[in-house]
């Protein structure tokens, strides 16, 4: 079966950085991407991985290991703006989403 | 540009009951997508359309029926409403050679 763990929730400061990780196994691989999702609102897209390695925009990064089928998002200089659900999604060899349950990120002062 | 537009925002229905669940675009993309929400859990796929005339079925599609007739407008139909599909319901759309999905605002239901 098709299958996306990540964390159900973390925690972090004001300020500093973290680190959500994903791992997936899914029937074939073209992309994976990283959504973010404030309470009551729907998903916005924030980055999307097809081949190994970094992809840096502004406080967000986003990593990808094809052969290790392992993303992580990371956040830098963490703002309380950016407490909410983050959602990993890899499309499939038939250009399907599949997605993970969500990573909640609560910001403490 | 409104992007994806999806309406009603929020709706109580009746068990039995029958409701549509209105989506348009307006950013030409061709595929586009019914999902749902239940709190706490992630994201699952209840009907797609690559296009115009063609639909497939998803993970969750008992219960609903889509169609689509033009590139911009997908709605989703609830026959015979049923507490189990209290939700929110998400629509959206996509280019395929991007892949990145935009979404509406939602749709939050609740069948008593």
């Known amino acids: 079966g098709q299958n996306i763990d990540q964390p159900t929730e973390m925690t972090a400061t004001e300020g500093a950085i973290v680190q959500i990780n994903c791992t997936y196994q899914t029937s074939g691989f073209n992309g994976l991407f990283w959504y973010q999702q404030h309470a009551g609102e729907a998903p916005t897209f924030l980055s999307y991985n097809v081949l190994d390695g970094l992809e840096e925009k502004g406080r967000f990064s986003s990593f990808l290991s094809r052969s290790k089928g392992y993303s992580y998002l990371l956040l830098k200089e963490l703002q309380m703006k950016d407490s909410a659900s983050y959602l990993c999604a890899v499309r499939d060899s038939n250009y399907q989403l599949i997605w993970g349950a969500g990573t909640k990120l609560i910001i403490k002062p | 540009n409104a992007g994806v537009t999806q309406t009603p925002k929020f709706r109580i229905l009746k068990i039995g009951q029958s409701m549509t669940l209105q989506c348009t675009q307006d950013?030409?993309?061709?595929?586009m997508y019914w999902y749902r929400q239940d709190p706490g859990m992630g994201l699952k796929l209840i009907y797609y359309s690559v296009g115009a005339g063609i639909t497939d079925k998803g993970e969750v599609p008992n219960g609903y029926n889509v169609s689509r007739s033009t590139t911009e407008d997908f709605p989703l139909r609830l026959e015979l409403a049923a507490p189990s599909q209290t939700s929110v319901y998400f629509c959206?759309?996509?280019?395929?050679?991007?892949?990145?999905?935009?979404f509406g605002e939602g749709s939050r239901l609740t069948v008593l």
């Open positions: 950013m030409n993309h061709n595929y």
């Open positions: 959206a759309s996509s280019l395929r050679e991007t892949g990145e999905l935009f």
